[in-house]
């Protein structure tokens, strides 16, 4: 089932706009990560925030976590039209299971 | 570095048949695992793997098969094709032990059932 959950589930912008995605999760988690998926494509790792951390940041991605609300948000500055994609989160639960569930993805489209 | 390397890239299948999908990966990941995508339910782990000679099941194991025998290799078995299993199948590698390490991912295989 999944844990996480990403909000909205379609977005679309024109280039040089910024874009922010959500992730909700319902237990506790030891770390959370994005994922990008492109079209025909396999995922690929953006970015690993641990529970400890708040902010994280990596190029022109931003990836905050609140543990008190069980959300993370994904923020990708000056969007190009390379970055239109899905968009996964990732919880790893504590007690290092090393299985991340994913939630259903948001669709990125970037408009040149 | 070729990580992560599944085949086929697309399948066709009748309803009754069988055929494994392919991953190997060149990393030296103790965990292997397999997800299936569908339109709308993101992604469904149906088998995971610790490391050489150990299996166990995930969300979705019903009608597929894994073992492990070598650390580079994780077969997925379907044994009798239904059409419910008509989806993207993904084979993913990490370390095990070294907490936080992210999924690397094959680029999928297309498998319909028909």
């Known amino acids: 089932s999944q844990q996480g959950e990403e909000d909205p589930q379609a977005l679309s912008i024109q280039e040089g706009e910024n874009a922010t995605m959500n992730c909700s999760y319902k237990?506790?988690?030891?770390?959370l990560q994005w994922y990008r998926q492109n079209s025909g494509r396999g995922l690929v790792h953006l970015i690993l925030i641990r529970s400890n951390e708040r902010e994280k940041h990596s190029g022109r991605l931003r990836v905050t976590l609140d543990t008190s609300k069980k959300s993370s948000s994904l923020l990708i500055t000056a969007s190009r039209a390379a970055d239109t994609a899905s968009y996964f989160c990732a919880t790893d639960p504590p007690g290092g299971s090393y299985i991340p569930t994913f939630g259903r993805g948001t669709s990125l489209i970037v408009h040149p | 570095n070729a990580g992560v390397t599944q085949t086929p890239k697309f399948q066709v299948l009748k309803t009754g048949q069988s055929m494994t999908l392919q991953c190997a990966q060149d990393m030296n990941h103790e965990y292997m695992s397999w997800y299936r995508q569908d339109p709308g339910m993101g992604l469904r782990l149906i088998h995971y793997s610790v490391g050489a000679g150990i299996t166990d099941q995930g969300e979705v194991p019903n009608g597929y098969n894994v073992s492990r025998s070598t650390t580079e290799d994780f077969p997925l078995r379907l044994l009798s094709a239904a059409p419910s299993q008509t989806s993207v199948y993904f084979c993913?590698?990490?370390?095990?032990?070294?907490?936080?390490?992210?999924?690397?991912f094959g680029n999928g295989t297309r498998l319909t059932v028909t």
């Open positions: 237990t506790s988690i030891n770390n």
């Open positions: 993913a590698s990490s370390y095990v032990g070294t907490a936080n390490s992210p999924l690397h």
